[in-house]
């Protein structure tokens, strides 16, 4: 069935550290691929996303790209900053349906 | 802002009593999907509605339920509460289309004592 994988956390990382954060799916068809972020107190909010493969989403500098034969859309930062701290959601959309991983929580120290 | 609105943001009630959550879509967006963030624990999806008929059941249980109305609005109405359905309760909207994203309202907070 459809599901979306991501790495468990939660992720302590020092302000400038580079960020990976994996996440898998399973799927047929060529579904979209969407990140998330839900800062303390508040909703999602979109990252960014990747409607086909080899798409490469990227917003605030985080970056994913869509990768068909790896079925992946790892979320990569180059150099977090504390205001970075947040849960991050891999999610995919197939039809009307839309897909969450579990959440990663993200703690970056100055 | 995402356009979604959902009141309240807070709510606290006793166990056994019965709440509504209301949710505004963002304007155009015909589905409307409602979520359950319960402490330390991902997105839990309980129902969605497209144009005013459901089209989904995830995890929810049968003391819960939802509607949309013609306007689009859509109330999710939890009954015989327990401490443990306090949680974020997030509305979300989109259009129709594969490639288009989710928008979330800020949730209501449901503490039960």
């Known amino acids: 069935g459809d599901s979306v994988t991501q790495m468990e956390g939660p992720v302590t990382l020092s302000e400038e550290a580079f960020l990976t954060i994996n996440c898998t799916y399973t799927a047929t068809g060529y579904p979209s691929l969407f990140w998330y972020v839900q800062y303390p107190g508040e909703g999602l909010q979109l990252l960014l996303k990747a409607t086909k493969a080899d798409d490469k989403g990227s917003n605030k500098g985080f970056e994913a790209t869509y990768r068909k034969e790896t079925t992946s859309f790892h979320l990569e930062k180059g150099s977090v900053q504390v205001s970075d701290s947040a849960v991050y959601f891999c999610?995919?959309?197939?039809?009307?349906?839309?897909?969450f991983g579990t959440g990663t929580s993200l703690t970056v120290i100055p | 802002d995402s356009g979604v609105t959902q009141t309240p943001k807070h709510l606290i009630t006793a166990t056994g009593q019965r709440v509504t959550l209301r949710c505004s879509p963002r304007?155009?967006?015909?589905?409307v999907y409602w979520y359950q963030q319960s402490l330390d624990q991902g997105l839990q999806f309980l129902i969605q509605y497209y144009n005013g008929e459901e089209r989904a059941k995830g995890n929810i249980l049968e003391r819960f339920s939802a509607q949309q109305f013609p306007d689009l609005h859509s109330e999710l109405n939890l009954s015989s509460l327990e401490l443990g359905d306090s949680a974020l309760y997030f509305c979300?909207?989109?259009?129709?289309?594969?490639?288009?994203?989710?928008?979330f309202g800020q949730g209501t907070r449901l503490t039960v004592v």
């Open positions: 304007s155009g967006d015909l589905s």
């Open positions: 979300a909207s989109s259009v129709v289309g594969d490639n288009t994203e989710a928008f």
């Open positions: 999610a995919r959309r197939r039809g009307n349906q839309f897909y």
